[in-house]
């Protein structure tokens, strides 16, 4: 049973990133929301294009307003009117001045803009209340990006402000990391699809939806291989061919030490190599983790667009339903991370520290994850433990989960009103 940490490091070490020259592709800009950038991108365009005003008010000439007050304000007469849009046709000369709009082009001579609340307007004249400081409400070209620089580098997700800062930039098509494909297979011969009726003993393959969906929010392919029974021959057959399709398989089920538990053996038959077989967590201790290395996966690639040749990562996820989510939660998603082409502040899993409202069980051996609710309320986090049965079999306690607290090993019970340390859970 090897310690969660040291169970993360060897998960993480045996991961190969996407590659930023093979494992690209194509994005336009209005469907690249959540890619991940595989080259940095440059513009031509300075930002801004051009010396701007950042008020509505009069461009004017610094040294003809920088002696006004309120009781001897400098009078200019308004040569022109600049809207935002439009390129100004005039050189504002000593005692002129322009009435300018929000974004409107500085015109030649100006140099300082007076917002229009320190002013009145009299037909064609303005008359200055008050000196601004020299070049006020100016936004001068390239004093927030200077063209040819690095604008926005490779690793970094396209959320809405990169979006918006593309678009800007006019940057309409963008090389970014292929999805990674996960696989996902479900073991057992109690398993049936939801739109079947249950017969005695059976129950509904909730994985596969789980981590479907799971895999999705995490910006993943989910390839959804079905249910197989538990028979060595044809499991087989389904995790061989889970491996030839996709970066991660995940399949869950049959990697507990019951005699039906085939998984650990089928992948030493595979040629895997087997890393972990168990972890001292609760729940999820029987967790396999195995790596395929490329030489035995690429050459079955039929057909395939040329990747990067990494190992195929393996999970063997217990079946119960708890368990297979909090999994993926604290081992397959820092993998999945690193694998996705993030850098590497992004791949651990994110842990804060938050006051627990209840009391914390935990059975001292293994590191317990106690599914809840975390809060931020004035002062910090606080952590609200779900209410119902806390058994690895009850999916139905889950719901609306945000956080797991962590009991550590060596700890029995964090009482209420201690910190304890939770792991956000955000997908
Ligand atoms: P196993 O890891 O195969 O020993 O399964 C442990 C428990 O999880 C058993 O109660 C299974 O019925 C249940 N289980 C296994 N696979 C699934 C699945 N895909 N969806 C929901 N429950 C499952
Ligand atoms: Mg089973």
Redesign the pocket.
């Known amino acids: 049973m090897l310690p969660v940490k040291q169970a993360e490091s060897i998960i993480l070490d045996s991961v190969q990133s996407l590659d930023p020259e093979l494992d690209t592709e194509v994005a336009e800009l209005s469907s690249a929301t959540g890619r991940i950038l595989a080259s940095s991108v440059t513009s031509q365009l300075d930002f801004p294009h051009w010396d701007n005003s950042a008020m509505d008010g009069y461009a004017v000439r610094y040294i003809d307003v920088q002696f006004c007050h309120s009781q001897q304000p400098a009078i200019l007469d308004i040569v022109a009117e600049i809207p935002a849009g439009y390129q100004p046709q005039v050189s504002i000369q000593s005692g002129e001045a322009a009435r300018i709009f929000t974004g409107g082009v500085m015109p030649e001579g100006a140099d300082t803009v007076v917002m229009q609340e320190d002013t009145k307007r009299e037909e064609n004249r303005v008359f200055i209340f008050q000196s601004p400081k020299p070049q006020a409400c100016v936004r001068h070209r390239a004093s927030f990006y200077h063209a040819g620089e690095p604008l926005l580098n490779p690793g970094i997700v396209l959320n809405a402000p990169e979006i918006a800062i593309l678009a800007a930039a006019q940057c309409t098509e963008l090389t970014v990391y292929r999805r990674p494909k996960v696989a996902i297979l479900?073991?057992?011969d109690?398993?049936v699809t939801p739109d079947q009726p249950l017969q005695p003993g059976q129950?509904?393959?909730?994985?596969?939806y789980a981590l479907a969906a799971w895999v999705r929010l995490c910006g993943g392919i989910p390839k959804v291989r079905g249910?197989v029974g538990d028979n060595p021959e044809k499991l087989k057959n389904a995790i061989a061919e889970a491996i030839l399709a996709a970066d991660i398989v995940l399949s869950?089920?049959?990697?507990?030490v019951?005699d039906?538990?085939y998984v650990d053996r089928i992948l030493a038959e595979l040629g895997a190599e087997i890393h972990i077989h168990s972890v001292a967590i609760k729940p999820g201790k029987?967790l396999t983790f195995a790596t395929l290395p490329p030489s035995l996966t690429a050459s079955s690639i039929q057909g395939h667009k040329q990747r990067s040749h990494h190992p195929v990562l393996y999970f063997g996820i217990?079946?119960?339903?708890v368990s297979?989510l909090v999994s993926c939660w604290r081992f397959v998603q820092p993998a999945l991370r690193k694998l996705s082409g993030l850098p590497p502040e992004l791949w651990e899993p994110m842990f804060v520290n938050a006051i627990a409202i209840q009391d914390l069980h935990g059975d001292g051996r293994k590191e317990c994850y106690l599914s809840g609710r975390l809060r931020l309320v004035k002062g910090g986090y606080e952590f609200e433990l779900a209410g119902g049965s806390h058994s690895s079999?009850n999916l139905i306690n889950l719901a609306q989960t945000t956080g797991l607290a962590v009991v550590p090993v060596g700890q029995t019970f964090i009482p209420a009103g201690e910190s304890v340390q939770v792991l956000i859970v955000d997908s």
Do not use: F, H
């Not at 129950?203 to 596969?208: G, K, P, Y």
């Not at 869950?252 to 507990?256: E, H, I, K, P, Q």
């Not at 217990?318 to 339903?321: Q, V």
């Open positions: 479900s073991t057992g109690e398993l129950i509904v393959d909730s994985n596969q249910i869950t089920g049959g990697v507990s019951g039906y538990d029987p217990p079946g119960n339903p297979a079999g």
